[in-house]
T-cell receptor, first 114, second 118 residues
Framework: DQQVKQNSPSLSVQEGRISILNCDYT??????FLWYKKYPAEGPTFLIS?????DKNEDGRFTVFLNKSAKHLSLHIVPSQPGDSAVYFC?????????????FGTGTRLQVTL | EPEVTQTPSHQVTQMGQEVILRCVPI?????FYWYRQILGQKVEFLVS????????KSEIFDDQFSVERPDGSNFTLKIRSTKLEDSAMYFC????????????????FGEGSWLTVV
């Protein structure tokens, strides 16, 4: 049941250019979307989030865009830096009981080259 | 910066043995979670916990799994009789109250406990 999809398993971008990571979802009940960065053998690190009632959220080099009609969101990183090389996970939130429940995509491995 | 801490970082156990994975959530957080990632697969939700009881659990979280908050700081995941397919990275996570803006809606993850069942 792939409610959250990241169709690009990998992406290579030159340093200084823009990285665009994409995510699609199917469940209209998702009310919050989050992007996490993950290094091997480490936990996901929160990057940026967006509420389903917004279409854009910006934090420094990171901007997330949400197109609710297309059920699509994207993470833009500009300018890309070598330290950004990691696996990026899109996650979508529903409220389950009284707590949050995240559904993750499969991740996109970003490689930022010199 | 406050963080979620987990122990052990890596544990190897024999099939059928009991395992307890420990977590110290961020101190002012009230909601606690366990997720896992089998090698090469997605991060999957296991269980959420609030006010000393399970809020939601997934199909994966069957009777061999249990969670507990034995004191004011620790949050544990117990696997009663481990199977080979339980081998995975287990992530503890915590959050403030959901719905309270971005702070409440953000879930923070620990570094993970890598469990290998042999």
């Amino acid at each position: 049941d792939q409610q959250v999809k990241q169709n690009s398993p990998s992406l290579s971008v030159q340093e200084g250019r823009i990285s665009i990571l994409n995510c699609d979802y199917t469940n209209s009940m998702f009310d919050y979307f989050l992007w996490y960065k993950k290094y091997p053998a480490e936990g996901p690190t929160f990057l940026i989030s967006i509420s389903s009632i917004k279409d854009k959220n910006e934090d420094g080099r990171f901007t997330v865009f949400l197109n609710k009609s297309a059920k699509h969101l994207s993470l833009h990183i500009v300018p890309s830096q070598p330290g950004d090389s990691a696996v990026y996970f899109c996650a979508a939130r529903t409220l389950a009981g009284t707590a949050s429940k995240l559904t993750f995509g499969t991740g996109t491995r970003l490689q930022v080259t010199l | 910066e406050p963080e979620v801490t987990q122990t052990p970082s890596h544990q190897v156990t024999q099939m059928g043995q009991e395992v307890i994975l420990r977590c110290v959530p961020i101190s002012n957080h009230l909601y606690f979670y366990w997720y896992r990632q089998i090698l090469g697969q997605k991060v999957e939700f296991l269980v959420s916990f609030y006010n000393n009881e399970i809020s939601e659990k997934s199909e994966i979280f069957d009777d061999q799994f249990s969670v507990e908050r034995p004191d004011g700081s620790n949050f544990t995941l117990k696997i009663r009789s481990t199977k080979l397919e339980d081998s995975a990275m287990y992530f503890c996570a915590s959050s403030e109250a959901p719905g309270q803006g971005s702070a409440g809606n953000t879930i923070y993850f620990g570094e993970g406990s890598w469990l290998t069942v042999v």
